[in-house]
């Protein structure tokens, strides 16, 4: 099962596909977990909401990010597993319990992505869920294909997005080249300079030139060759 389960989620293409085909597929492995939600561990101790099977998991991570503490916070930050029979009966998160608690949360298990990547957590509106240590050894070892696949498809979408924006910038230099008679440094030195002077991302700014074939500057030509 996990080896199939690992080959489906490495087909996925993109980060945003693979997100929701893990958070889908869980009930395969624990088959209470109806309620998943998958984060990711950014920097500066944020946490990004990905994907979750059931509204009430997509509520209670979000919770989660917005209050800085939470099950699923606190095993992406340390790593391991964390679970919770009773949320009601539980004083470590005294903030994010509460309201969990008005959502319907009961019960839940956090396990990490691998590398602290991010987490998983599965949670349920009835006390005493995932009690089992079978049902956490198998979360756990989900959990460990889940990161290599989510970490590929990341790779492979950072790559598709540099390769695009290559692209873009590239289509800009030409309409630059053919419009003002420049060379290749030239055309780039003169989006730069536009990325610049108006605070846009150089891909932003050669995104609108492509599209609306209008750089928005009077004279480059003679600027450039004052330089």
């Known amino acids: 099962m996990f ?67 939470g099950p699923g916070v606190e095993v992406a930050e340390d790593g391991g597993w964390v679970r919770v029979g009773d949320v009601a009966a539980d004083a470590r998160w005294t903030s994010w319990a509460p309201q969990a608690l008005d959502l319907g949360i009961r019960s839940l298990l956090a396990v990490e992505l691998a590398e602290r ?13 995932f009690a089992e240590r079978e049902v956490v050894d198998r979360a756990l070892a989900y959990a460990a294909h889940a990161a290599v696949a989510l970490s590929c498809a990341r790779q492979s979408t950072s790559l598709e997005a540099a390769v695009g924006s290559r692209h873009v910038i590239g289509m800009a230099q030409g309409i630059a080249m053919e419009r003002y008679g420049l060379d290749q440094g030239q055309s780039f030195e003169l989006l ?16 609108q030139i492509v599209e609306t074939r209008v750089i928005p500057q009077d004279h480059p030509r003679e600027e450039l060759d004052e330089q």
């Open 3 to 69: 080896a199939r389960l690992a080959v489906e989620l490495h087909q996925e293409p993109d980060e945003h596909a693979a997100s929701y085909a893990v958070v889908a597929r869980m009930h395969e492995v624990v088959p209470d977990a109806d309620k998943v939600g998958l984060s990711a561990r950014e920097s500066r101790g944020r946490h990004r909401h990905l994907a979750a099977s059931h509204p009430l998991a997509a509520k209670a991570d979000t919770l989660q990010h917005e209050l800085g503490e």
């Open 117 to 129: 990547l991010g987490a998983l957590t599965l949670y349920s509106t009835v006390p005493g869920c």
């Open 192 to 207: 730069r300079r536009l990325s610049s002077t108006t605070n846009v991302k150089l891909r932003d700014v050669a995104a």
